[in-house]
């Protein structure tokens, strides 16, 4: 009697570790999953009341995002939070470096990325792009009475850039590596400019405009360097959310939010 005692416990035990075992196991499976392909996060996330968007971004580019004290603010932080509300979900703001955010977004370490970020043609073979949102311009910033007063004066000058941007990527075509310093942040770029480390900065006209703003003795350069659309990047393989993204953003559109949004945080001239 005793012996078949222990044989039941013993069965019990070995039968009890079992289910644990695949429980978990299962739930790392999931995990795995999960933090491997964006898509399924997005399928699964989606059926749920609560869903969860991770938007990444480089929150140093006012208007569009930045952060005050401890808030993340800006045009691209409120639209996308107002489309994680049409898509039923909330919004989480991944902050990091500007040249992080396409790899991160194929990764599926986030939803989408959103970053004042131009469409280019190199960029579409890395990730989608939603349709457009708004227009952008790259323009040049330089200290007041330099002798920099047009585009082909840049030529032999040190020009400040943020890594990774489309003013970084052009600067160095036009003008040559070695005259291009790349900074991490926009900000960083301008620091470089007051310092005489740099004679110039090529970036996005409204974070130009800020920068001149906030700093004394800067100004823009009437001549336009470049004019992009600026859109939001999903993974390739997330055609679903892209297209979600797409609905939302005509909705938003359409009943006025993107203006409301863009005249908030730029005042037309
Ligand atoms: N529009 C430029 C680009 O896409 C600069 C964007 C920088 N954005 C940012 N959040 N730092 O390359």
């Known amino acids: 009697m005793k012996r078949l005692l222990s044989l039941v416990l013993v069965v019990a035990l070995v039968l009890s570790c079992a289910v644990l075992f695949t429980a978990c196991g299962d739930k790392d499976v999931a995990k795995n999953e999960q933090s491997d392909n964006g898509a399924v996060e997005n399928e ?23 952060k005050e004290g401890e808030e993340f603010k800006g045009i691209d932080v409120e639209i996308a939070t107002a ?12 902050d990091m470096e500007f040249d992080s955010i396409i790899t991160s977004v194929q990764k599926g370490e986030v939803d989408f990325g959103i970053a004042g970020m131009t469409v280019t043609d190199e960029r579409k073979e890395e990730v989608d792009f939603t349709s457009s949102y708004a227009t952008g311009v790259q323009v040049v910033i330089v200290p007041e009475g330099s002798d920099i007063a047009t585009l082909d004066d840049l030529e032999g000058k040190k020009i400040g850039v943020q890594l990774g941007t489309t ?13 291009v310093v790349s900074y991490s942040k926009g900000a960083d770029a301008v620091i470089a400019l007051k310092g005489g480390d740099v004679q110039a900065v090529i970036i996005d006209n409204e974070p130009a405009k800020a920068f001149v703003a906030e700093n004394e003795g ?20 997330n055609s679903e959310l892209l297209d979600d993204i797409n609905d939302a ?15 908030k945080y730029i005042k037309a001239e």
Do not use: R
């Open 44 to 66: 699964q996330s989606e059926k749920k009341d609560n869903a969860v968007f991770k938007m990444g971004t480089n929150a140093a580019f006012p208007p569009y995002e930045y």
């Open 83 to 94: 489309i994680a509300k049409e898509l039923g979900g909330k919004l989480e703001i991944v």
């Open 167 to 179: 003013g970084d990527i052009y600067a160095k075509d036009d003008y040559g590596e070695d005259h």
């Open 218 to 237: 800067l100004k823009i350069l009437e001549t336009e360097y470049a004019i992009e659309d600026y859109a939001i990047a999903v993974a390739k393989d």
């Open 249 to 263: 953003l005509e909705k938003l559109t359409e009943d006025g939010t993107i203006d409301e949004i863009i005249a």
